[in-house]
């Protein structure tokens, strides 16, 4: 959906509180007042609170693809590519902390079925750029032929799940210390090279 620039405006604002108050502790009235209109004019483009939270959340999906590409211009192989979007990853969590760690936080103005189903697409959406990895590693020559949208969803699911372990070890804070996202990253890092050279062509002798 192509978004107007008052609306884009909207959108970068709110990103900027979530990320430095939380999406809890952030109300509509906040990101009406910092963008001089009033909350009629700021429901007029969203609704309600999660309208704006999932147009934030697409927001910054888009934009860290977008970095990812620019970097992986140049990138040699497989594994240099894969450990580039796990940089991405890793450093739009650490930017947009608050937002991710308070996102899947109960709040009574926010719809959690409606943002379960943004989680899933950006599941969906990086299973699709791994996708297109596999598939340039495959084509030329560096990957056994396999079925790619399986692998690829295997592939995302063995991430996540070592996020959520070592997020796990943190359920005694308040919340997860920004060193986490660094050891999930280098994990992650690990089990990508395990992963990329259980795929990966033997040449003939």
């Known amino acids: 959906m192509a978004t107007d620039s008052r609306q884009q405006q909207i959108i970068e ?11 809890n502790k952030t109300t509509m009235g906040e990101i009406a007042e910092d963008n001089g209109v009033s909350k009629a004019n700021l429901y007029y483009y969203f609704p309600d609170k999660t309208a704006l939270v999932i147009a934030v959340i697409k927001h910054l999906i888009a934009d860290s693809y977008n970095t990812y590409r620019e ?35 109960a709040d009574n103005s926010l719809n959690m079925e409606q943002l379960t189903n943004i989680a899933t697409y ?17 084509q030329n020559g560096e990957l056994v032929t396999m079925d790619i949208g399986a692998t690829s969803n295997i592939y995302v699911n063995i991430l996540k799940g070592l996020a959520m372990v070592y997020i796990s070890c943190e359920m005694n804070k308040d919340l997860p210390e920004l060193g986490t996202f660094t050891t999930i990253s280098n994990q992650q890092k690990l089990a990508t090279e395990i992963f990329v050279n259980g795929l990966r062509k ?3 002798q």
């Open 13 to 23: 604002s709110a990103l900027r509180r979530f990320s430095h108050f939380g999406i």
């Open 71 to 105: 970097r992986a211009a140049d990138r040699a192989n497989v594994l240099t590519c894969l450990n580039a979007w796990i940089d991405v990853r890793r450093e739009y969590f650490e930017k947009y902390y608050l937002l991710h760690v308070t996102l899947g936080t």
């Open 122 to 138: 950006a599941q969906s959406m990086e299973s699709k750029m791994t996708s297109s990895i596999l598939e340039q590693g495959v």
């Open 202 to 204: 033997q040449k003939k």
